[in-house]
């Protein structure tokens, strides 16, 4: 990393640490809790994404009473590994891919749950790059530096890990250890706050059911939150930022091979196009004779191929990577793919708030308080999710123990994964 850009992120995170303290501090102004002397602080966390899951797993080690409300019949929300469609017990990664070793929040979590960290690159350096209607077998510093041009500074291969066996393992982790605190197929549809408690509204099997509690914490994507009923409403300037912040769009497409015929080229399977998209071989790593290819789009193609059938996304991606891999049409046994713009419950890949934003979305709205990846000091990463969620739980039991707000944010790597 140049000196210059270390220098950018230092201010950066100064900033966004500065943004979240700021908000934190300001967060319960004469803001008296009214629960019951003894009585375990009642919460509701609304999703059971990585900030929703980490919130509860806080605040159920500190004795609160949590109750978590999951829109889907699964937990980890972007954390979305592929299994079914693959044969062999292949799986590809749909959502969270790669953690850098620095994201010490999503090691220390992987590691409390045992699960096993392997390197995300192969050693040997053999990319392909397609650029200019090119193709060139390169050494990982020139791919590196291509990716660097429309995502995200890749740092050394050797730096980047994954968790053996697939990452929605660790929010299915999180989510066995708080298994009788969670409602699946449950969406909040409409959240009220006075001076005696909150309550949540969500349906279940056609009905509507209401929860009460002390407080709430919001762990869903904005998209998500600006769309439900809020009473009395929020404050004017948390509306419009909701409202206003905008999202990433991100694709992938696997294509299933029926064998790993670019290791016979003797490629590793990675490479980078100027589309511009990266292509990992997801397989990598993973026994079995099959082997999966991706390419992963952000931005203008990932909408093109949203506005797509599912057929022709699959189409459009054999012919690119057919110019990156020559065979890949030949070996195809199925395409399948993901746009998370599409995602009912996501509507977007992740958000990248200025300070201003992230201050204001920080900002508890008397008992509700907010979590999820776009609040954090690493947007856009597990890290930044799981963060969020542990201080959104910190704002509620230090409130309820009436003690300062504290700044324990993590160190920020300014990047989109
Ligand atoms: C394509 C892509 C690639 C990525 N790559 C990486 C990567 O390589 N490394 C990395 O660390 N991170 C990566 N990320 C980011 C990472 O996945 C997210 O930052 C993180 O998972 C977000 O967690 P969250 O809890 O904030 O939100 P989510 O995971 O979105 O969780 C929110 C939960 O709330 C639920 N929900 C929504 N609405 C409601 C409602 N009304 N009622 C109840 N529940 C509701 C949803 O179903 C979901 O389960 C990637 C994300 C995408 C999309």
């Given at each position: 990393?140049?000196?210059?850009?270390?220098?950018?992120l230092?201010r950066?995170?100064?900033?966004?640490?500065g943004?979240l303290?700021?908000?934190?501090?300001?967060?319960?102004?004469?803001?008296a809790?009214?629960k019951?002397?003894?009585?375990?602080?009642?919460v509701?966390?609304?999703g059971?994404?990585?900030?929703g899951l980490?919130?509860?797993?806080?605040?159920?080690?500190?004795g609160?009473d949590?109750r978590?409300?999951?829109?889907q019949?699964?937990?980890?929300?972007?954390?979305?590994t592929?299994?079914?469609?693959?044969p062999d017990?292949l799986?590809?990664?749909?959502?969270?891919?790669?953690?850098?070793?620095s994201m010490?929040?999503t090691?220390?979590?992987?590691?409390?749950?045992n699960?096993?960290?392997?390197g995300?690159?192969?050693a040997d350096d053999?990319?392909?790059?397609?650029r200019g209607?090119?193709?060139?077998?390169v050494r990982?510093?020139?791919?590196?530096s291509?990716?660097?041009?429309?995502?995200?500074?890749?740092?050394?291969?050797?730096?980047?890990?994954?968790?053996?066996g697939?990452?929605?393992?660790?929010p299915?982790?999180?989510?066995?250890?708080?298994?009788?605190?969670?409602?699946y197929?449950a969406?909040?549809?409409?959240?009220?706050?006075?001076?005696?408690?909150v309550?949540a509204?969500?349906s279940?099997?056609?009905?509507?059911?209401?929860?009460?509690?002390?407080?709430?914490?919001?762990?869903?994507?904005?998209?998500?939150?600006?769309?439900?009923e809020?009473s009395?409403?929020f404050?004017?300037?948390?509306?419009?930022?909701l409202?206003?912040?905008s999202?990433?769009?991100?694709?992938r497409?696997f294509?299933?091979?029926?064998?790993r015929?670019?290791e016979?080229?003797?490629?590793?399977?990675?490479?980078?196009t100027?589309q511009p998209?990266?292509i990992?071989?997801?397989?990598?790593?993973q026994?079995?004779?099959?082997g999966?290819?991706?390419s992963?789009?952000?931005?203008?193609v990932?909408l093109?191929l949203?506005?797509?059938?599912e057929?022709?996304?699959?189409?459009?991606?054999?012919?690119?990577?057919?110019r990156?891999?020559?065979?890949?049409?030949?070996?195809?046994?199925?395409g399948?793919s993901?746009?998370?713009s599409?995602?009912?419950?996501?509507?977007?890949?992740?958000?990248?708030?200025?300070?201003?934003?992230?201050?204001?979305?920080a900002q508890?709205e008397g008992?509700?308080?907010?979590?999820?990846e776009?609040?954090?000091?690493?947007p856009?990463?597990?890290?930044g999710?799981l963060?969020?969620?542990?201080?959104?739980?910190?704002?509620?039991?230090?409130?309820?123990?009436n003690?300062?707000?504290?700044?324990?944010?993590t160190?920020i790597?300014r990047r989109s994964p």
């Amino acid at each position: 990393m140049s000196e210059v850009m270390e220098d950018q992120l230092t201010r950066r995170e100064f900033i966004l640490r500065g943004a979240l303290l700021a908000s934190a501090l300001t967060a319960f102004p004469s803001d008296a809790l009214g629960k019951a002397p003894g009585r375990p602080q009642r919460v509701i966390v609304v999703g059971a994404g990585l900030a929703g899951l980490s919130a509860a797993y806080v605040l159920t080690r500190a004795g609160a009473d949590v109750r978590v409300l999951e829109a889907q019949s699964r937990a980890g929300g972007r954390v979305l590994t592929f299994r079914d469609p693959f044969p062999d017990g292949l799986y590809a990664e749909a959502g969270a891919t790669r953690i850098h070793k620095s994201m010490d929040l999503t090691i220390k979590y992987a590691k409390l749950f045992n699960l096993k960290l392997t390197g995300f690159y192969p050693a040997d350096d053999r990319f392909v790059r397609l650029r200019g209607g090119r193709r060139e077998v390169v050494r990982w510093k020139r791919m590196a530096s291509d990716v660097e041009k429309f995502a995200l500074h890749l740092d050394r291969a050797n730096q980047w890990i994954r968790i053996e066996g697939g990452n929605d393992q660790l929010p299915q982790a999180f989510a066995r250890m708080l298994s009788d605190k969670i409602t699946y197929n449950a969406p909040v549809v409409g959240i009220e706050q006075d001076r005696n408690g909150v309550r949540a509204r969500y349906s279940t099997r056609g009905a509507l059911q209401t929860i009460a509690a002390d407080r709430a914490i919001c762990a869903i994507p904005a998209t998500i939150m600006a769309g439900i009923e809020v009473s009395p409403r929020f404050s004017a300037s948390k509306r419009q930022t909701l409202e206003k912040l905008s999202y990433e769009s991100a694709s992938r497409v696997f294509l299933q091979c029926r064998g790993r015929f670019w290791e016979q080229q003797n490629l590793n399977g990675f490479g980078v196009t100027d589309q511009p998209a990266e292509i990992w071989a997801s397989s990598f790593g993973q026994p079995g004779v099959a082997g999966i290819l991706q390419s992963y789009t952000r931005g203008d193609v990932s909408l093109r191929l949203t506005r797509m059938t599912e057929g022709d996304r699959v189409t459009a991606t054999v012919d690119l990577m057919e110019r990156i891999f020559p065979g890949a049409r030949e070996n195809l046994e199925r395409g399948v793919s993901k746009c998370w713009s599409e995602d009912k419950w996501a509507r977007g890949a992740w958000a990248h708030p200025d300070e201003n934003q992230l201050k204001q979305l920080a900002q508890p709205e008397g008992r509700i308080h907010f979590a999820g990846e776009h609040i954090s000091s690493q947007p856009s990463w597990m890290q930044g999710a799981l963060e969020s969620g542990e201080r959104a739980a910190r704002e509620i039991l230090q409130v309820s123990r009436n003690s300062p707000i504290t700044d324990s944010s993590t160190a920020i790597i300014r990047r989109s994964p």
